[in-house]
C-alpha cells in the first residue's frame, strides 16, 4: 500500500473533505462478487467541484481508479494502490432537453431505462444490464443487438489534474465492450440520443427483458455477468442476434459447465458467468476464469478475452 495513516493526513484533511473519505476501504463490500482487497482511499465527492478539489490536491504520483458499483469488476485480494473514486447521488442527474438527455455517471443503468420509458426514450436495453452510467460508458455495454456507445452524443467529465473537458463522440472510440478516449478522464455525465417510442412498448420490452434474465441467468446468486466477449462479436457493426460463436457455447462445449475452482463455479444455468458459491476469493475465480480459457482454446483453438474488468494486486 501507498499510504499510511500519517501520510493520509498530510495530503489530505477531513475538514476539506468531511465524510467523503475513508482509508484502507475493504472493497468487498461493494463488489458483486463479494471478493476482493482493500482500496488505500475510497473517496466519493460530494459535488464535482468536490472532486474537481479533491484531484488538484492530490499528488500526481497517487493513482486514481474510478469504480461504480462493481458489477462487472474483480478486485483482486491484494486490493488497490492509492485512490478509488466512487461517484454517487450527486452525480446522478437526469436532464431531458428536447431530443437529448444528459445523465450522470452516478446513475444505475437500470433508473435511467426506467425514468426515460416515461418520455417515450427507449433505452430499454439498460434495464437488465447491471451497473452505474459511467461504466457503461467505458465498457461500451450492451445486449440484444444495442450498445450504449450507439447513443452516446457526448461525454463530460473531469482529468487527472482537475479539469473540466467535454468530448463529442467523434473524439471516443467505442468498439465491441470498450472504449477509447482521447484522454484519461473521470466521467461524470454523458449526453445522449435515444430513440422515440411509445411508453407502453418501452414498458413491455423491459418487462421481456427481465423475465428473459430471470430464466436464463444465475441472478440468485453474486457473480459480474458475462465474464467472457463473443469471439466474433468485435467488430462494432455486428449485431448480438447474428453472432454464432458465443462465449457460452464454447464452454458448455468445452465441458465446463459447473466446474470449480475452490468455491466459484462455472454457473450451470449461464456458462459465461462465473459465481461465488460463498467464501470465495478473488484468485479462486480469477483461476477458474483462466482455466477455461485454456480449456476452451484447447478444445476449439479459440481464445476468449476478459470481458470481466480485474484490478489490483494478487
Not at 217 to 245: A, H, R, W, Y
Not at 259 to 287: C, M, R, W, Y
Request: with cysteine; net charge positive.
Amino acid at each position: 500500500m501507498i499510504f499510511n495513516n500519517d501520510s493520509y493526513n498530510r495530503i489530505f484533511s477531513e475538514k476539506d473533505f468531511p465524510g467523503a473519505i475513508s482509508f484502507s476501504y475493504p472493497l468487498s463490500k461493494l463488489s458483486w462478487l463479494r471478493v476482493g482487497g482493500p482500496v488505500d482511499i475510497l473517496f466519493r465527492p460530494k459535488s464535482i467541484d468536490n472532486l474537481i478539489s479533491f484531484l488538484k490536491k492530490a499528488p500526481s504520483y497517487i493513482p486514481v481508479t474510478t469504480i461504480g458499483v462493481c458489477s462487472n469488476l474483480l478486485i483482486r485480494d491484494g486490493g488497490i494502490n492509492g485512490v478509488a473514486v466512487k461517484l454517487g447521488s450527486a452525480f446522478a442527474e437526469i436532464e431531458i432537453n428536447n431530443d437529448e438527455v444528459k445523465v450522470g455517471a452516478g446513475n444505475l443503468g437500470a433508473r435511467v431505462a426506467m425514468h426515460l420509458a416515461k418520455f417515450g426514450f427507449d433505452m430499454s436495453f439498460l434495464r437488465t444490464i447491471p451497473g452505474t452510467i459511467g461504466g457503461a460508458v467505458l465498457m461500451n455495454a450492451g445486449c440484444y443487438g444495442h450498445s450504449f456507445g450507439d447513443y452516446v452524443s457526448a461525454i463530460e467529465g473531469i482529468t487527472r489534474d482537475g479539469n473540466f473537458i467535454r468530448l463529442s463522440k467523434k473524439d471516443v472510440d467505442f468498439n465491441y465492450r470498450k472504449c477509447q478516449m482521447s484522454v484519461e478522464l473521470i466521467v461524470t455525465s454523458v449526453i445522449l440520443k435515444p430513440v422515440k417510442l411509445q411508453r407502453e412498448l418501452i414498458e413491455k420490452k423491459m418487462e421481456q427483458a427481465i423475465s428473459q434474465r430471470q430464466k436464463t441467468q444465475p441472478i440468485e446468486v453474486p457473480s459480474c455477468g458475462s465474464t467472457f466477449k463473443n469471439p466474433d462479436g468485435k467488430p462494432s457493426f455486428m449485431k448480438e442476434e447474428k453472432i454464432k460463436l458465443k462465449a457460452w457455447k464454447l464452454i458448455d462445449e468445452a465441458g465446463l459447465r459447473g466446474k470449480k475452482i475452490g468455491n466459484a463455479q462455472v454457473s450451470e444455468k449461464h456458462p459465461n458467468f462465473l459465481i461465488n458459491l460463498g467464501g470465495a476469493t478473488a484468485s479462486d475465480i480469477e483461476a477458474l476464469g483462466e482455466h477455461v480459457r485454456k480449456v476452451v482454446f484447447e478444445k476449439h483453438n479459440i481464445t476468449l478475452d476478459w470481458e470481466l474488468i480485474r484490478l489490483g494486486n494478487k
